[in-house]
């Protein structure tokens, strides 16, 4: 029986978006939120991101109303209500928005490399995985 249990919690620490995909890569941005307030961008894709402004299909993108400064040692509740949200994205048209989940921030390095843990639930599936998401700068200004 414990066997069991321990194969359900293995699948269930993968990144599944479909079959054989998993979300493995992802990058880091800075954003502007809807009070045109900063916000962190970390996108999570299963092919390298290149760029989290226009990362690989598919892809979520989580967006964290905090700047990069203030993410280590965080964590939040991820939905509609909240002050993170994603979405999971199929040919740059928003497939899903999140119902709920949480994203951690264990750690931002000083080059702003964001480390953390998160766990989304769309209608369609759950991702739940670990990222390290470089940083990129974005010369977006916000207000």
Same mark, same amino acid.
């Given at each position: 029986?414990?066997?069991?249990?321990? =194969?359900?919690?293995?699948?269930?620490?993968?990144?599944?978006?479909? $079959?054989?995909?998993?979300?493995?890569?992802?990058?880091?941005?800075?954003?502007?939120? $809807?009070?045109?307030?900063?916000?962190?961008?970390?996108?999570?894709?299963?092919? %390298?991101?290149?760029? $989290?402004?226009? %990362? +690989?299909?598919?892809?979520?993108?989580?967006? =964290?109303?905090? $700047?990069?400064?203030?993410?280590?040692?965080?964590?939040?509740?991820?939905? +509609?209500?909240?002050?993170?949200? !994603?979405?999971?994205?199929?040919?740059?048209?928003?497939?899903?928005? !999140?119902?709920?989940?949480?994203?951690? =921030?264990?750690?931002?390095?000083?080059?702003?490399?964001?480390?953390?843990?998160?766990?989304?639930?769309?209608?369609?599936?759950?991702?739940?995985?670990?990222?390290?998401?470089?940083?990129?700068?974005?010369?977006?200004?916000?207000?």
């Amino acid at each position: 029986m414990r066997l069991g249990f321990a =194969i359900l919690l293995l699948g269930a620490a993968t990144a599944c978006v479909g $079959p054989g995909e998993a979300l493995t890569h992802a990058a880091a941005t800075n954003g502007c939120g $809807p009070a045109d307030g900063p916000t962190t961008v970390i996108v999570l894709a299963s092919e %390298p991101v290149q760029s $989290p402004t226009a %990362p +690989p299909d598919p892809f979520v993108r989580l967006t =964290i109303e905090e $700047p990069v400064s203030a993410l280590a040692g965080r964590s939040w509740n991820v939905g +509609p209500q909240s002050n993170a949200y !994603a979405a999971y994205f199929v040919g740059r048209t928003v497939a899903q928005q !999140a119902s709920s989940g949480r994203v951690s =921030i264990s750690s931002v390095d000083s080059s702003n490399t964001v480390e953390g843990t998160v766990e989304l639930r769309f209608p369609s599936q759950t991702i739940l995985t670990h990222f390290t998401a470089a940083w990129s700068e974005s010369f977006i200004l916000c207000g």
